[in-house]
């Protein structure tokens, strides 16, 4: 995991106002969003997905879902969500990053999971420290710093039961050697993290200076009981 060296972002304490205020809202829920009927959903999905093929219409939308599930609780900065489809071998693209009002792609990349997940694909997640798990849910972006892997993102998980300790396990946005073309080619996988997003250093700064500071993240994966329990993936009321 990176150690914390030098914050560029807001400080931890700065930013608990933010975490007690979205603790609050969760509960109680804010003013209604102006979110997209079901045709404009299935539109905007479809259009994710003719970008970015391996991202498919029902993860789309879900990503979508969650993403006016969270702006419901004012806690949106810019309109984007990043989906991560963890339900796909690491060696093809599974990370896009759309901005919701037009559905344009902006990246469409590789990205690792954990070593406790799986090896070439992530089957098992752990919202536990110590077991180097990829966590399943919604997340808020939070601020950058400088630490192991360089540029890197905080992360602040709003499922509490499945992501609520990422935080705390410094689950975030690094870069990485081991996630490229190349990697992949090699070894029929991508490398694995301690449960952190790795992303390729080609991309990986640019997009953190994009997605960070209050936008949205999906890490997607068709397990049953995350499906059932989890607010943010049905259309918002």
Known sequence: MPKRLVATGRSSAQWSPLWAALALSLVTGTAHANRP???????????????APNISTKVAAAAINAYFHVKQRDLIAKPLVTIVDYSL??????????????????????????????????????NQPGTHASSLGVYLTGQTYYGKHGYSLRLKGLNPKFNGAAYRRDIVVHSAWYVSREFA???????????????????????????????????YYPDPKWLRSSPFLHAPR
Do not use: N
């Open 89 to 126: 071998p690491s060696a093809r693209k599974r990370l896009a990053v759309a901005d919701v009002r037009t559905a344009k792609v902006l990246f469409y990349t590789y990205v690792a999971h954990g070593q406790g997940s799986g090896a070439e694909y992530a089957t098992r997640f752990s």
């Open 37 to 51: 009927a079901g045709q404009r959903l299935k539109q905007l999905a479809e259009t994710i997905h003719s970008q």
């Open 185 to 219: 080619q090699t070894h029929g996988r991508m490398g694995r993290s301690w449960g952190c997003f790795a992303l390729s250093r080609k991309v990986e700064s640019a997009i953190v200076k994009l997605i960070r500071g209050g936008t949205v993240l999906l890490a």
